[in-house]
């Protein structure tokens, strides 16, 4: 078996949980977790995207970044109950505090019984300038 590169050092889950927490609390948008492999590569912190991916499911577990299925991105999350917007034309992302619309959800899923593994909103749409721009 040949021996491991000097440059490829183990980390632990938690060394690893925090490399990929300070990638995407810097990103000003939405993070897949491939593009959080290359920016750890640039930082001398290479890691597989499987080591990313697990560290994002734990992440989002804990409540430390939103993972977004419709951009397979992910962005840091603030404890806050917010309304995210993904501008597809723009590629932008926004969102809006919006606790009503969770409480909304929240009493339809103890009306119906049902347990929600996850509690975000996140709309796709045009934003205003390229509505006006690209009428559809």
């Known amino acids: 078996m040949a021996p491991k590169s000097a440059s490829r050092q183990r ?11 300070d990638i995407v609390c810097a990103a000003d948008e939405p993070v897949g977790a491939y593009d959080i492999a290359k920016i750890a ?6 890691m597989s995207p499987a080591q990313v991916y697990r560290g994002l499911n734990r992440l989002a577990e804990t409540g430390s970044v939103e ?11 603030n404890g806050e109950r917010r309304v995210h917007l993904f501008y597809e034309t723009c590629k ?3 969102w809006a505090e919006k ?7 929240q009493s339809l899923c103890d009306r119906l019984g049902f347990r929600a593994n996850s509690n975000h909103v996140e709309l796709n749409g045009r934003c205003a300038s390229c509505n006006t721009r690209q009428p559809s």
């Open 41 to 46: 590569a640039k930082q001398k912190c290479s």
């Open 99 to 105: 606790h009503s619309v969770h409480l909304q959800l």
């Open 67 to 77: 993972r977004f299925a419709s951009w397979n991105a992910f962005v840091a999350s």
């Open 92 to 94: 932008n992302h926004d």
């Open 11 to 21: 980390r632990c889950p938690n060394e690893i949980e925090a490399i990929i927490e």
